[in-house]
């Protein structure tokens, strides 16, 4: 068990000017917030965090990298709060040791291993700085090396994450040693019988190997040399754990693998490739059918290097691999390299992924190399994988969203059906409503109901094209199946006004008279105000007349404004004077000329008016601000000075339109209708459009008292949350 005076003494010697009395104060904190909490050797849990620093040494790891893995286990697992670690630590040792904390919580363990690629993302996702990562690799390291005092039943899960997401990690960062070491572990604790014969082998042909491996490696180095050749020659002898991957991918026995010692030689041009192929076959014996040329025929997957097994030295065989650096690349990271070496080509995802590793690796030799790490490290923030966000569903399915995406992205994410039902949700536990946005490491669950439509407002929260796309085919069917409904309502009454039976069978049978092909089609044409409802009696009831309904029409209107949802309203035009018999009060005007109103849009007390004359036509009245007025600008002899007259003793109402714009929810007509009829106002004419399957478009003409009257309607239409605009006609 490592002491606090040799930690720091293997702090000093890389750096003599490390804050040793903030080091020992650390290690006072952390030591007093564990108390007498033990590992599972039965050492004082102090010891573990100490060991964690001591693994970060090797590194030269600065004081903060180096007093965050002393405290890092204190606010998940004893009362220390991050405030006290800052008051006493700083804030940059806060953010480290929150950071590890926030990992901790991930509780990796129990997600599912194939989604490792995504959770390896998530967790430099979620540490801001590459320190995080380290203490975090390191903490494992030593778990990892103290696995064998953990419960039986927990190693193999433990060991299980280390090979899935820890071990890659430090493989992509660079640390290939450590990565060696979780894998080792890793192996030997997940498949004990498999990793004993893999060893044993290995250790069978390793006697006398470590001296062959190093005679073959100079002997190439002055071979490549004398010819000219640079190269990069990496000669190793292969771990256990990936020699099992490769018996297990290749399904072969040991014996059958020819590359337990292999050389990976790397040079900078293709034509380098095939010299140094020469200098091999002329100075070592190759093996028959061991020759591969995958450069000049590639892998399917787009892998190309030369292959080839010699016997070396002592009859033991063994494995090269040359290639060029970009063919090297492609083999480490796949397709995604390409985009490396297109020049300035969009980065795929692949690429962006591959990319970040190489600056996560080009960091870690950068501090392993440099003398005064602080302020490199100071200015150096992850950002990896922060345009992403990662969540699980409670079964642990990992899902990736872009950042800012909701929770219902994360519906649509998991199933469309979930998506289009969602009604709520919990995160962590917790209800939350369902427009949150996401958290990484956030576990979701979403509630459903059945028959649930997704409202249209939701196209505007979420950040995912297919959420965006599934709600707007959601709300696409809802209209329609709103329409056919209003439909029907519509058909039925027409059928009821004219006295005849209606059935959808008698409907059917006169599909062909109303060129439609279903009877759904005539529902949602009626309901849509595409078809009469008068035009389907008369198709199933050739022998009615219009007439006899027209009555029955007029007795509808009288019912007042709440019928209007009810549609027959719709069909409704009152052309002509608003103000029946009365005079139009307006000043101005000499003669017993015709006056009217704008034809679209009116003019109501309170508005500036002008008349323009039409001969034999009379006098149209419009608010100064119509934009038809510019029809009439080149002809000045027609426009009349005119002012309003009103009499108080007979107050009339005045015609006025406006054109509503609302999310198309069920409902929204008859509240927009109740509305304007609260506010005392009547209803002369609807027209509705559909614009977009998620927005109606409905113009009321109305009839109110004064510009006050119309724009208080107004004002109270535009509080409604599922209203877009309220806009006044004025053409
Ligand atoms: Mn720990």
Redesign the pocket.
């Known amino acids: 068990m490592i002491r606090q005076y040799e930690l720091v003494e293997l702090v000093k010697r890389y750096n003599p000017h490390a804050d040793e009395a903030l080091l020992n104060r650390a290690y006072v904190y952390a030591m007093r917030a564990h108390g007498a909490q033990k590992r599972a050797s039965g050492d004082p849990y102090i010891s ?2 100490l060991e ?1 620093a001591a693994i970060l040494t090797k590194l030269r790891l600065d004081d903060a990298t180096i007093i965050a893995a002393i405290l ?2 204190t606010i998940e697992d004893t009362a220390a709060t991050r405030d006290e670690i800052e008051k006493l630590f700083g804030q940059q040792i806060a953010t480290l040791v929150d950071g590890l904390t926030k990992i ?1 919580k991930l509780d990796l363990v129990s997600k599912k291993a194939a989604q490792a690629e995504n959770l390896r993302k998530l967790l430099l996702a979620i540490a801001d700085d590459v320190r995080v990562l380290l203490v975090k690799l390191a ?1 494992r390291l ?2 990892m090396r103290t696995l064998h005092h953990v419960p039986p039943e927990k190693r193999a899960r433990i060991a299980e994450e280390t090979l899935d997401i820890y071990a890659p990690l430090a493989g992509r960062m660079g640390m290939q040693e450590m990565r060696d070491e979780l894998e080792d572990i890793g192996f030997r604790n997940l498949m004990p019988e498999a990793y004993a014969m893999v060893t044993k082998r290995l250790e069978e042909l390793r006697s006398g190997s470590k001296e062959i491996i190093a005679r073959i490696e100079s002997d190439l180095h002055d071979r490549l040399a004398a010819q000219g050749i640079s190269a990069e020659i990496d000669g190793r002898e292969k771990q256990p754990y990936s020699i099992w991957k490769k018996m297990e991918r290749k399904s072969v026995s040991f014996e059958q693998l020819s590359d337990i010692f292999g050389f990976r030689i790397i040079v900078p041009a293709l034509a380098d490739c095939y010299r140094v192929l020469g200098v091999i076959h002329t100075t070592w014996a190759s093996v028959p059918g061991r020759f591969k040329d995958y450069i000049s025929t590639p892998k399917q997957n787009d892998y190309r290097s030369i292959h080839t097994t010699v016997i070396g030295p002592g009859q033991q065989r063994v494995e090269l691999q040359i290639r060029t650096r970009k063919m090297h690349d492609i083999a480490e990271y796949g397709i995604a390299a390409h985009a490396i070496y297109k020049d300035g080509g969009p980065g795929q995802d692949g690429a962006r992924d591959s990319r970040a590793y190489q600056w996560l690796r080009r960091t870690i030799e950068l501090l392993a190399e440099g003398d005064s790490p602080e302020e490199f490290l100071e200015h150096t923030k992850l950002e990896l994988f922060h345009d992403q966000v990662f969540c699980f569903t409670p079964k642990g399915r990992l899902i990736a969203l872009p950042r800012g995406a909701t929770l219902i992205d994360f519906a649509y994410a998991v199933h469309t059906d979930v998506g289009d039902t969602a009604v709520a949700a919990k995160v962590n536990g917790r209800s939350a409503p369902v427009i949150s946005e996401l958290h990484n490491g956030d576990e979701v669950e979403i509630v459903c109901a059945e028959g649930q439509v997704p409202p249209a407002a939701w196209e505007a929260v979420v950040a995912t094209g297919k959420a965006r796309a599934a709600i707007r085919r959601a709300t696409r069917a809802a209209v329609r199946k709103q329409y056919s409904g209003l439909g029907r309502q519509i058909v039925e009454r027409a059928f009821v006004r004219a006295n005849k039976p209606f059935s959808m069978d008698n409907l059917k049978a006169a599909l062909p008279r109303l060129a439609r092909q279903h009877v759904d089609d005539v529902l949602a044409a009626v309901g849509r105000g595409e078809m009469f409802s008068g035009d389907v009696v008369k198709a199933v009831h050739p022998d009615f007349k219009e007439e006899q309904a027209a009555g029955a029409e007029a007795d509808e209107r009288e019912k007042g404004w709440f019928e209007l949802k009810k549609a027959e309203s719709l069909k409704f035009r009152v052309p002509g004077q608003v103000n029946g018999e009365a005079a139009i009060p307006i000043r101005g005007l000499g003669g017993d000329l015709p006056v009217h109103f704008a034809p679209h849009g009116g003019a109501v007390p309170g508005d500036r008016i002008v008349g323009i004359l039409t001969p034999g036509e009379g006098i149209t009245i419009y608010p100064i601000q119509s934009e038809a007025l510019s029809n009439f600008e080149d002809h000045p002899e027609r426009w009349l000075d005119v002012r309003w007259d009103l009499d108080e003793a007979r107050r009339s109402r005045f015609p006025a339109q406006i054109i509503v714009s609302a999310i198309n929810e069920p409902g929204i007509f008859a509240e927009l209708a109740r509305i304007i009829g609260e506010a005392d106002a009547n209803i002369d004419n609807i027209i509705m459009h559909a614009p977009s399957p998620d927005f109606r478009e409905i113009v009321f003409d109305l009839e109110v008292w004064d510009l006050k009257h119309l724009n208080a309607i107004i004002g109270g239409i535009k509080a409604k949350s599922v209203v877009s605009s309220v806009k006044r006609v004025n053409d």
């Open positions: 573990h965090p964690v890092h286990d901790k903490d030593h778990n």
